[in-house]
């Protein structure tokens, strides 16, 4: 069964999906450029090697073959794990399926009950004016009853990278958490979150 906006592996009888988490199109963009510039930059170091060596020929095909390469294999993995990385916010709990290899993908669930604390920041100033950032829920641990250490992700929190409008999610994290443990009546009726700005997502 593959993951879909409706319907996840493990999802249990009656659980309600809230909002699915996916990394913003341009992180996807980010990411390949990254190997495109890599693939580049190893075509003109050859094609330099090539002038300076007197195989200019030899060095620029090799130059092409090793650059459509890295291109090519680049974008096939960096594809694939975006599109495997997927989390659900459910009304019972927050799983994500991380994609750790190019054929694994491992599930983590955190139930409303273990989840003590949520932070949200931006990876940099550009993804904060684009309202790209992170969030990361933080567990209750036997180490960390109910404290966390800012900025430190431990093996038992979950992390969501490259979240449109990570702030208000964050906010809706934490509505959820309250409305879970102090109103669990309530949580029948949660709206679903919507990206979108205030005023237009509903």
Do not use: C
Not at 76 to 86: F, G, P, S
Not at 94 to 100: D, K, N, Q, V
């Amino acid at each position: 069964m593959h993951n879909s906006e409706t319907d996840f592996f493990g999802k249990q009888d009656g659980e309600r999906i809230l909002y699915v988490v996916r990394p913003h199109r341009l992180s996807l963009i980010a990411k390949l450029l990254k190997i495109y510039l890599v693939a580049l930059a190893i075509f003109i170091v050859l094609t330099i090697l090539g002038t300076q060596l007197l195989y200019l020929d030899l060095f620029i095909i090799g130059g092409i073959l090793i650059a459509f390469v890295i291109v090519v294999i680049g974008t096939k993995v960096v594809t694939d794990y975006q599109n495997r990385d997927i989390a659900y916010i459910t009304d019972r709990r927050l799983i994500r399926f991380e994609p750790t290899t190019l054929l694994a993908t491992n599930p983590r669930s955190l139930t409303w009950d273990e989840v003590v604390k949520v932070k949200t920041y931006p990876p940099n100033a550009l993804w904060k004016q684009l309202a790209i950032g992170n969030v990361v829920i933080h567990a209750r641990t036997p180490a960390r009853p109910n404290q966390f250490t800012p900025g430190v992700v431990d093996a038992d929190d979950i992390e969501l990278k490259d979240v449109y409008y990570y702030k208000d999610l964050g906010n809706y994290i934490d509505k959820i958490l309250f409305t879970y443990k102090q109103k669990p009546k309530d949580m029948e009726v949660i709206r679903v979150f919507v990206p979108k700005p205030r005023g237009e997502r509903y």
